[in-house]
């Protein structure tokens, strides 16, 4: 993008500069951002997110905040919503909390040193059921989020890493709501055996086939085959 800071815009004062900017569309932010070092100061401060937010979601602000270590900030605030909004289903409703739990759940599974998949779930869980939510509606959102984050999932070498520790964690039991969903454990095998298939040596993809074999009765035809 050009830099404008010696034209009109330029001259803008930072509040209409706000203005315009939170006019655009969110995915041009990171090149508005990076037209000189004023507009990237913007991005960097309070002003611009909070404005954001009550543009967007006028009423955030009288929704219930995760009470967990999510970390602060206008800018942390409208990723979650945004996300809430975007990629998690929830029947039309804006939920704060979902697009915290999402971000946290990408952030860690993204680690180098990722926590077992089954603390992780557990957390999640126990912090949907401290915000008021039954244990039935605590292993519903969470098991939307994990579908929508492995979704996410670059298809690189970490993400075929990432899969296979999930399908072998899947085989532990837990009790309800605690134990992993049926549509996550599936999308996990199913993202495995279609887009990594080449990724897999002979005896790890019979060793992962098993595992599914074990799990789901029949499994689909797309799945066969190395």
Excluded at 33 to 40: D, F, P
Excluded at 173 to 200: E, I, M, N
Aim: proline letters at 7%.
């Amino acid at each position: 993008m050009t830099d404008r800071s010696d034209g009109p815009i330029g001259r803008l004062p930072e509040h209409l500069l706000v203005e315009i900017f939170t006019h655009l569309p969110v995915c041009e932010w990171v090149q508005v951002a990076c037209v000189n070092k004023q507009w990237a100061n913007i991005f960097q401060g309070d002003c611009l997110w909070q404005t954001a937010i009550a543009r967007n979601w006028p009423s955030a602000g009288l929704r219930k905040r995760w009470p967990g270590p999510i970390p602060r900030g206008s800018a942390r605030r409208f990723q979650a919503l945004y996300v809430s909004e975007n990629f998690v289903p929830s029947g039309g409703e804006i939920d704060e909390l979902v697009g915290h739990t999402y971000l946290y759940l990408k952030e860690q599974l993204e680690r180098p040193a990722m926590p077992p998949s089954s603390i992780l779930h557990g957390t999640i869980i126990d912090q949907f059921i401290a915000c008021g939510k039954t244990g039935e509606q605590a292993h519903d959102l969470a098991s939307k989020i994990w579908l929508a984050v492995i979704d996410s999932l670059e298809e690189n070498e970490q993400t075929f890493l990432l899969l296979k520790r999930l399908a072998r964690e899947g085989e532990f039991f837990l009790p309800f709501p605690y134990s992993r969903s049926y549509k996550v454990l599936w999308r996990v095998f199913d993202k495995l055996f279609t887009d990594f298939r080449d990724c897999f040596s002979g005896p790890d993809y019979h060793d992962a086939l098993s595992t599914a074999k074990s799990r789901f009765q029949p499994v689909p035809s797309t799945w066969l085959g190395h």
